[in-house]
């Protein structure tokens, strides 16, 4: 039942329902708060958006968003849509309106304007959106050249402009110098300045993209405008004197200058002559450079102009000096030069351009000259020391020119010659054990070898590279006599150089070979006599330590002992000092060795024994006693009992027995 139908009902008289009545008043209020008649209900169906004429249009068509609103009411319809429009979600129109229809139109339609495009509804509380509609607009406005000026001077500023005035968006402005890109510009306006110092006649043309709409492309290029520049500085004039046919140490002069043309000297011009990167000579208009002629001095040479308009100009020569001889070379001899042997160092060039020409040579050493003016240019040392090392060069002069030529240095190694090397042990020589045995130099260039001799066979050969550096070899030996085998080889400049040590000469210690424990007075001893106890070593060198031990325990002996034995004396025993005993030997070797065990018994001394004799004596004499008197009494009761029967017997047995 609708609205109407109850409205009758409202004015009658008759009991209605309290539950009616409740949902019939919150029903009314509801639609009343909402400004809605009490008799409409809307809902929104679907929301259609439709791109026109296409969703894919050329650059410049106009462009019509249509946004419907599909719904469904029970009478009346809604009298107010607020609507948006958005791109990319983002909303690029918004409009309240009456109807459920709205146009949304595009002049003009860009490659700014492509996107996806959605419309959004709000209906009286209630909202929706359509799906969402690619529109892609093909194409980009052909932009516009213009510059400021289209003839200058040379080295003045020109400012050039890039537009697209029907675009919208974010661009890349790229500008085209005689074809080759020349800058780019970003910016948010459809328009784009460069300024640059123009030096010679160009043509320029550019281009743009939309960053917003990659999928768009590149615009087709601009217009092409051509720059004109005339000239306002003329290629500096450079000579060379002599011109030609320069040979080492002939004078040698350069000029640079700027032209003489009227045309050119409105301004100040800067002159700049250079060699590579280093400037010889500047100055304003007109330089020169004088010097003597060197090798070193052939190549090119650049004369460079400059004016008030930043406007660079150059002329360049090649310069060719003829050698007037090579650099010297130093060799010595030999290659390798030994303490105390004799070398020598020659001075001498390869090739002069006059054979009859005379040198004179200097070799030095460091910066102290060994000769002066030698024309043989050689020098010789007899007998070289440690102090000759060092780094060597010389010198050559030609006679009738300035010329003057240094070697590359060499350095001069002198080779020390090996010390006779010492020997000796690390740590302690043990038979049978391994030990380290030591060979070092005191002198002699690196690398040493050295060799460990045993007898005349060699044992095994190290080499060491740094000075004083000791050589290690780890060897072993069955007796004492054998450390003397044992002699140490040196050499680092071959055979000759071979120094021998003298024989090794070191303390070897022996490990005791056994350990035994004699007893003195044993090994049965009664009690109150003495007891001697000997731990004797087998072997070994001295000092030789004992440990005494009785039951597995170690007792401490009496301070009575030799080199190879110890004595502990006890003076007079009782029956705790027997037991099983043994001892122990070691010393550096580190090797113990220990004896067989020994059982020593304590006997009752002599006087014990014979009071206990004697006590069995008396003992056994007690015992006799006893048994003879007892025997005795029995005797003796046997024959009173007899008397007493026969004196009875004739009165009756009965009182006798009494009896």
């Given at each position: 039942?609708?609205?109407?139908?109850?409205?009758?009902?409202?004015?009658?008289?008759?009991?209605?329902?309290?539950?009616?009545?409740?949902?019939?008043?919150?029903?009314?209020?509801?639609?009343?708060?909402?400004?809605?008649?009490?008799?409409?209900?809307?809902?929104?169906?679907?929301?259609?958006?439709?791109?026109?004429?296409?969703?894919?249009?050329?650059?410049g068509t106009n462009v019509t968003l249509q946004c419907f609103v599909d719904l469904s009411v029970t009478n009346n319809r809604p009298n107010s849509f607020e609507y948006n429009f958005l791109n990319n979600d983002v909303v690029v129109y918004s409009k309240s309106h009456s109807e459920n229809v709205l146009l949304y139109q595009i002049a003009s339609a860009?490659?700014?304007?492509?996107?996806?495009?959605?419309?959004?509804?709000?209906?009286?509380?209630?909202?929706?959106?359509?799906?969402?509609?690619?529109?892609?607009?093909?194409?980009?406005?052909?932009?516009?050249?213009?510059?400021?000026?289209?003839?200058?001077?040379?080295?003045?500023?020109?400012?050039?402009?890039?537009?697209?005035?029907?675009?919208?968006?974010?661009?890349?402005?790229?500008?085209?110098?005689?074809?080759?890109?020349?800058?780019?510009?970003?910016?948010?306006?459809?328009?784009?300045?460069?300024?640059?110092?123009?030096?010679?006649?160009?043509?320029?043309?550019?281009?743009?993209?939309?960053?917003?709409?990659?999928?768009?492309?590149?615009?087709?290029?601009?217009?092409?405008?051509?720059?004109?520049?005339?000239?306002?500085?003329?290629?500096?004039?450079?000579?060379?004197?002599?011109?030609?046919?320069?040979?080492?140490?002939?004078?040698?002069?350069?000029?640079?200058?700027?032209?003489?043309?009227?045309?050119?000297?409105?301004?100040?011009?800067?002159?700049?002559?250079?060699?590579?990167?280093?400037?010889?000579?500047?100055?304003?208009?007109?330089?020169?450079?004088?010097?003597?002629?060197?090798?070193?001095?052939?190549?090119?040479?650049?004369?460079?102009?400059?004016?008030?308009?930043?406007?660079?100009?150059?002329?360049?020569?090649?310069?060719?000096?003829?050698?007037?001889?090579?650099?010297?070379?130093?060799?010595?001899?030999?290659?390798?030069?030994?303490?105390?042997?004799?070398?020598?160092?020659?001075?001498?060039?390869?090739?002069?351009?006059?054979?009859?020409?005379?040198?004179?040579?200097?070799?030095?050493?460091?910066?102290?000259?060994?000769?002066?003016?030698?024309?043989?240019?050689?020098?010789?040392?007899?007998?070289?020391?440690?102090?000759?090392?060092?780094?060597?060069?010389?010198?050559?002069?030609?006679?009738?020119?300035?010329?003057?030529?240094?070697?590359?240095?060499?350095?001069?190694?002198?080779?020390?010659?090996?010390?006779?090397?010492?020997?000796?042990?690390?740590?302690?020589?043990?038979?049978?054990?391994?030990?380290?045995?030591?060979?070092?130099?005191?002198?002699?260039?690196?690398?040493?070898?050295?060799?460990?001799?045993?007898?005349?066979?060699?044992?095994?050969?190290?080499?060491?590279?740094?000075?004083?550096?000791?050589?290690?070899?780890?060897?072993?030996?069955?007796?004492?006599?054998?450390?003397?085998?044992?002699?140490?080889?040196?050499?680092?400049?071959?055979?000759?150089?071979?120094?021998?040590?003298?024989?090794?000469?070191?303390?070897?210690?022996?490990?005791?070979?056994?350990?035994?424990?004699?007893?003195?007075?044993?090994?049965?001893?009664?009690?109150?006599?003495?007891?001697?106890?000997?731990?004797?070593?087998?072997?070994?060198?001295?000092?030789?330590?004992?440990?005494?031990?009785?039951?597995?325990?170690?007792?401490?002996?009496?301070?009575?002992?030799?080199?190879?034995?110890?004595?502990?004396?006890?003076?007079?025993?009782?029956?705790?000092?027997?037991?099983?005993?043994?001892?122990?030997?070691?010393?550096?070797?580190?090797?113990?060795?220990?004896?067989?065990?020994?059982?020593?018994?304590?006997?009752?001394?002599?006087?014990?024994?014979?009071?206990?004799?004697?006590?069995?004596?008396?003992?056994?004499?007690?015992?006799?006693?006893?048994?003879?008197?007892?025997?005795?009494?029995?005797?003796?009761?046997?024959?009173?009992?007899?008397?007493?029967?026969?004196?009875?017997?004739?009165?009756?047995?009965?009182?006798?027995?009494?009896?």
């Amino acid at each position: 039942m609708d609205l109407q139908s109850q409205a009758p009902l409202l004015g009658r008289t008759q009991r209605t329902p309290l539950g009616m009545k409740t949902y019939f008043l919150l029903a009314v209020i509801l639609a009343t708060l909402q400004g809605l008649p009490i008799n409409s209900v809307f809902t929104i169906n679907n929301v259609n958006l439709t791109v026109l004429p296409s969703s894919v249009v050329n650059s410049g068509t106009n462009v019509t968003l249509q946004c419907f609103v599909d719904l469904s009411v029970t009478n009346n319809r809604p009298n107010s849509f607020e609507y948006n429009f958005l791109n990319n979600d983002v909303v690029v129109y918004s409009k309240s309106h009456s109807e459920n229809v709205l146009l949304y139109q595009i002049a003009s339609a860009r490659a700014s304007t492509s996107g996806n495009y959605k419309c959004r509804v709000k209906v009286e509380g209630t909202d929706d959106q359509s799906n969402s509609e690619k529109l892609k607009v093909l194409g980009l406005q052909t932009p516009i050249l213009s510059v400021s000026k289209h003839s200058i001077l040379e080295g003045d500023n020109v400012t050039l402009n890039c537009s697209a005035p029907l675009e919208t968006g974010s661009f890349i402005f790229t500008f085209y110098k005689n074809s080759v890109e020349y800058t780019q510009v970003r910016t948010t306006n459809n328009v784009a300045k460069v300024q640059m110092k123009l030096k010679e006649s160009a043509s320029f043309y550019c281009n743009f993209q939309v960053m917003t709409v990659p999928d768009a492309g590149t615009s087709n290029n601009s217009n092409t405008l051509s720059i004109t520049t005339t000239e306002s500085l003329k290629e500096p004039i450079m000579e060379i004197h002599p011109s030609h046919n320069i040979i080492e140490g002939d004078a040698l002069t350069i000029v640079c200058r700027s032209s003489t043309d009227p045309r050119f000297q409105a301004g100040a011009v800067k002159i700049f002559l250079r060699k590579g990167d280093k400037i010889l000579k500047a100055g304003n208009g007109s330089v020169s450079h004088s010097m003597i002629a060197q090798a070193d001095d052939s190549g090119e040479y650049e004369c460079k102009a400059e004016n008030e308009r930043r406007v660079r100009k150059s002329a360049k020569k090649i310069l060719r000096v003829t050698e007037l001889f090579s650099k010297p070379v130093l060799v010595q001899s030999p290659a390798e030069i030994d303490e105390g042997k004799p070398f020598n160092l020659t001075c001498h060039v390869e090739n002069k351009i006059f054979p009859d020409m005379q040198l004179k040579y200097t070799i030095y050493k460091n910066i102290t000259a060994l000769t002066s003016g030698s024309p043989d240019g050689s020098y010789t040392n007899d007998r070289p020391t440690l102090d000759d090392e060092g780094f060597y060069h010389c010198s050559a002069v030609a006679e009738f020119k300035p010329i003057n030529k240094t070697s590359k240095e060499i350095f001069l190694k002198v080779h020390t010659l090996v010390s006779t090397p010492t020997i000796a042990v690390s740590g302690n020589v043990i038979l049978n054990k391994p030990f380290s045995v030591v060979c070092r130099s005191d002198r002699g260039s690196v690398p040493i070898s050295y060799t460990l001799m045993r007898g005349s066979e060699a044992f095994k050969t190290l080499a060491v590279w740094t000075a004083l550096e000791p050589a290690h070899f780890t060897v072993t030996i069955k007796t004492k006599e054998e450390i003397r085998d044992f002699t140490c080889e040196a050499q680092n400049r071959g055979p000759s150089s071979v120094r021998t040590s003298a024989a090794l000469n070191a303390s070897v210690i022996e490990p005791v070979s056994s350990a035994e424990l004699q007893l003195i007075t044993g090994p049965d001893v009664a009690e109150g006599q003495s007891l001697t106890l000997q731990c004797q070593a087998v072997g070994g060198t001295l000092p030789i330590e004992f440990h005494f031990y009785k039951g597995g325990q170690e007792f401490q002996p009496d301070p009575d002992k030799s080199g190879r034995h110890w004595s502990h004396i006890i003076k007079a025993v009782t029956r705790e000092d027997s037991g099983t005993y043994y001892c122990d030997a070691t010393n550096r070797a580190g090797e113990t060795r220990s004896s067989a065990k020994l059982t020593v018994n304590v006997t009752l001394a002599l006087w014990k024994l014979a009071l206990i004799g004697l006590f069995c004596v008396l003992l056994l004499l007690a015992i006799a006693a006893f048994c003879v008197i007892w025997h005795k009494s029995r005797a003796a009761k046997k024959d009173t009992a007899a008397e007493l029967s026969v004196g009875c017997w004739p009165r009756g047995g009965r009182a006798c027995l009494a009896v």
